[in-house]
């Protein structure tokens, strides 16, 4: 049976720039926000990752609350699209604010100033822009094939957003004068950038209609939505096992990307040159997009599970021939290894959102609530708190082991820790993303659930 279609080829297209438009925020914060504070603005490593870490105890929080506050959002613009569009105004401001630090104030201040305006940034608008694109894919088709196709993408405009921030960032810093100046400059491009792409993917989609997607629901056949407090979607979401496994997927993968912030101090103090971040970015990412590319055809044949698990089980073993290699720091093999590990673990991040959509059908079949908004939290929890982590984390990590910065040579403890953040620390993640994979049976949990009621 051919499941109906809601989408032309440029919603798809329109949809999947949105990532882009994240990426210009996501991508500079999370890869060079670690680097500006320390070598430029002068601030230490290990103070910055605890006041990060902070920071994310609020983004908890606030990703359920803006997950059930889209849930409630009934506008002409649907219930995700206003806070999308809206919440990106103060991304754009903040993200400037972060690498525009005043050079002149005191150390304490410029701590509380970075802490107040990366807060704001990530535990905000952030989480009310991401959770509502996110929640996009449940809200403007029902069609699973396309929800994939979406997901591949928005996830090939977001790694191709993130091999141009990572190629050109800094000799881009460096042509705008470099220092406080360049970074700020740099900030305001990809902000403007940001707000223009996002606003183009905001228009280019329409919600459906409650009715259209209660269709087929038993619960909703004749009603509208029920409302959903804050806490009882809070206790929805805990009490859905693939949510939490999804959850702890993000965080996993974000941890990681968090950590891999650690690159541009690897390349410059470990293989001696920092223009190689840029490399490395295409190695990883380019393969991805490929990957992407074919994730509705290896989805279509092999089904979402088996993509996801076998893709993850491979990049294991091409994860530790990385690390082979990287201790040989034989470079044209690093590549290889970072390639083919990337081009594995594509379909997961090209079909994620459609595993979010079915954990979410699986809360309206077993508990029949809507709940999507909320449901899709666990992907900006997982950006932010993962991605926040890992910053934290290589902050502490890079401070414990004596990193002077901008020094001609690092001591052997701290070339050791950027070994094992750049090295091992991918592998140990995709270790325990593989078993999350491994459990991960929603598709099969629905249709044992429609088998078990009848349900066609």
């Known amino acids: 049976m051919n499941e109906k279609k809601y989408l032309k080829w440029y919603n798809k297209l329109g949809y999947g720039s949105g990532d882009l438009a994240a990426n210009c925020i996501y991508g500079l914060l999370t890869s060079f926000v670690m680097i500006y504070l320390t070598d430029t603005v002068g601030l230490n490593a290990g103070i910055i990752g605890t006041l990060i870490m902070f920071s994310k105890f609020a983004d908890g929080i606030t990703d359920v609350f803006f997950g059930n506050m889209i849930d409630k959002t009934h506008t002409k613009l649907g219930k995700a699209r206003p806070w999308m569009l809206y919440a990106e105004i103060g991304n754009c401001i903040l993200l400037v604010a972060v690498f525009a630090?005043?050079?002149?104030?005191?150390?304490?201040?410029?701590?509380?100033?970075?802490?107040?305006?990366?807060?704001?940034?990530?535990?905000?608008?952030?989480?009310?822009?991401?959770?509502?694109?996110?929640?996009?894919?449940?809200?403007?088709?029902?069609?699973?094939?396309?929800?994939?196709?979406?997901?591949?993408?928005?996830?090939?405009?977001?790694?191709?957003?993130?091999?141009?921030?990572?190629?050109?960032?800094v000799n881009l810093v460096q042509s705008f004068g470099g220092g406080a100046a360049g970074w700020r400059t740099v900030a305001i491009i990809y902000a403007v950038i940001s707000l223009i792409v996002n606003t183009i993917s905001v228009f280019s989609v329409k919600e459906l209609s409650e009715e259209e997607l209660s269709e087929g629901a038993e619960e909703a056949k004749h009603e509208e939505y029920e409302k959903v407090s804050f806490v009882e979607s809070l206790k929805l979401l805990l009490s859905n096992k693939y949510f939490l496994m999804i959850a702890g997927f993000y965080i996993l993968m974000y941890i990681q990307t968090g950590i891999s912030g650690i690159g541009i101090y690897y390349m410059t103090y470990v293989l001696g040159n920092?223009?190689?971040?840029?490399?490395?970015?295409?190695?990883?990412?380019?393969?991805?997009?490929?990957?992407?590319?074919?994730?509705?055809?290896?989805?279509?044949?092999?089904?979402?599970?088996k993509s996801n698990l076998f893709g993850y089980a491979l990049a294991i073993v091409f994860r530790l021939g990385f690390i082979v290699a990287g201790y040989m720091k034989n470079i044209p093999l690093m590549l290889v290894a970072m390639a083919l590990s990337g081009l594995c673990?594509?379909?997961?991040?090209?079909?994620?959102?459609?595993?979010?959509?079915?954990?979410?059908?699986?809360?309206?079949?077993?508990?029949?609530?809507?709940?999507?908004?909320?449901?899709?939290?666990?992907?900006?929890?997982?950006?932010?708190?993962?991605?926040?982590?890992?910053?934290?984390?290589?902050?502490?990590?890079?401070?414990?082991s004596g990193y002077v910065a901008n020094a001609a040579e690092q001591s052997a403890t701290t070339i050791n820790m950027m070994n094992f953040m750049y090295l091992w620390f991918p592998l140990i993640s995709i270790t325990l993303i593989t078993v999350i994979m491994y459990f991960l049976k929603v598709e099969k949990a629905n249709a044992d659930w429609d088998a078990e009621h009848g349900v066609k």
């Open 101 to 169: 630090i005043p050079m002149s104030w005191g150390a304490v201040a410029q701590y509380a100033y970075f802490f107040i305006a990366y807060t704001l940034l990530n535990a905000v608008f952030y989480t009310a822009n991401n959770i509502a694109y996110a929640s996009l894919t449940s809200l403007i088709t029902k069609n699973n094939n396309e929800r994939v196709q979406m997901g591949s993408i928005r996830f090939m405009f977001a790694l191709v957003a993130n091999i141009t921030i990572m190629s050109i960032t």
């Open 274 to 305: 920092p223009a190689l971040l840029g490399t490395f970015s295409v190695a990883q990412m380019l393969p991805m997009v490929f990957g992407l590319a074919l994730t509705p055809a290896l989805v279509k044949k092999f089904g979402i599970y």
């Open 345 to 400: 673990t594509s379909p997961v991040t090209g079909d994620i959102n459609a595993l979010i959509s079915s954990a979410s059908e699986y809360t309206v079949r077993t508990k029949g609530k809507h709940i999507e908004g909320a449901m899709f939290s666990c992907s900006s929890l997982g950006i932010k708190v993962g991605g926040g982590l890992g910053s934290a984390i290589s902050g502490m990590l890079l401070a414990a």
